[in-house]
């Protein structure tokens, strides 16, 4: 690695590849995120009712999803949008996980609820809109959950890695970075996917790299290809939104896949993850990256 990333990113040093560590992977039940297996997380945006999680936990196992993804706590930007529900669903994932196997992501969006949360959850989410909430990384990484930490919608991967550096100064290397787009101009799309950063991320940082083509196209048609994208670009697995019946949602319905969508998607990435499959043991990730062009 060239000597002018330690220099760019020096206050993130922790998060760097070095010597001592090339790459990081993180635990989660029988998984190893970061290791040879591409890892998918599916599911609701939020978590609403029991029939809508269970069918969407079923249903994303049987394609290949090795993680359930829903949301408990909400962090809305309208004040009158729905908030989740809580405990409630909390308790909801913790039934969903003892009846398909898949481990449980979900947001933690205050200080006073990482207790609670880290209670149910296998990972622990910090969104977009708290990345830099620097006493809630704090009681999160002192949890001793591994937590998967959402680029802010505005921030640099700089600013990225120094939110992560405080995981680890907190005593908790289980740390999994993830790209989900960020504003620019352009609004066509919800955000605008940062590729480059997920490649920047997998050759500078030893954390394991995952990608949100949902919250960053933000229209479900383009979800697959930026999944696709994703796996191009080096990720070591996806976060994706689905729904029994998007169109129902109680939020980001517009860019939640439908279960023949997210069947249609995972089928699209196979050929991308043999590629990826040759390249593993290829630290670098230059063989699949010339083998995508
Ligand atoms: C989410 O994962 O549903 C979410 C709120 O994401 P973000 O924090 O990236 O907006
Ligand atoms: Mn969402």
Redesign the pocket.
């Known amino acids: 690695m060239r000597e002018s990333w330690h220099e760019r990113f020096a206050e993130a040093s922790g998060c760097l590849k070095s010597d001592r560590c090339h790459k990081t992977v993180v635990p989660v039940l029988d998984l190893k995120i970061g290791g040879d297996e591409f890892i998918t997380m599916a599911g609701p945006?939020?978590v609403e009712t029991e029939f809508q999680l269970m069918a969407t936990a079923n249903h994303v196992r049987r394609a290949g999803a090795r993680i359930l993804?829903g949301?408990a706590f909400?962090?809305r930007s309208s004040p009158y949008a729905f908030q989740g529900l809580g405990l409630e669903g909390l308790k909801m994932l913790a039934r969903a996980r003892a009846e398909s196997g898949l481990a449980i992501v979900t947001?933690v969006i205050s200080e006073t609820d990482v207790s609670l949360v880290a209670e149910y959850a296998d990972i622990l989410?910090i969104?977009?809109?708290?990345m830099e909430n620097f006493s809630l990384l704090e009681a999160a990484a002192r949890s001793r959950r591994p937590i998967l930490l959402?680029?802010g919608?505005v921030a640099t991967v700089a600013d990225l890695l120094r939110s992560a550096q405080y995981i680890l100064d907190n005593g908790n290397p289980n740390v999994i970075l993830?790209e989900?787009?960020i504003r620019t101009f352009e609004t066509a799309t919800r955000n605008t996917f940062d590729v480059a950063a997920i490649a920047l991320l997998k050759q500078i940082s030893h954390m394991p790299v995952i990608a949100?083509p949902?919250?960053a196209a933000g229209h479900r048609e383009l979800v697959p290809a930026l999944a696709r994208i994703s796996v191009a670009a080096g990720a070591d697995g996806l976060?994706v939104?689905v729904h029994p019946h998007p169109d129902e949602a109680w939020?980001?319905g517009e860019q939640s896949l439908d279960f023949d969508g997210f069947d249609e998607m995972m089928a699209s990435l196979n050929p991308y993850l043999a590629l990826r499959e040759r390249a593993v043991g290829d630290s670098s990730g230059a063989r699949l990256m010339e083998a995508v062009g």
């Open positions: 945006c939020s993804r949301g909400k962090p947001e989410q969104g977009s809109r708290n959402k680029r919608m993830c989900r787009g949100d949902s919250h976060l939104e939020s980001d």
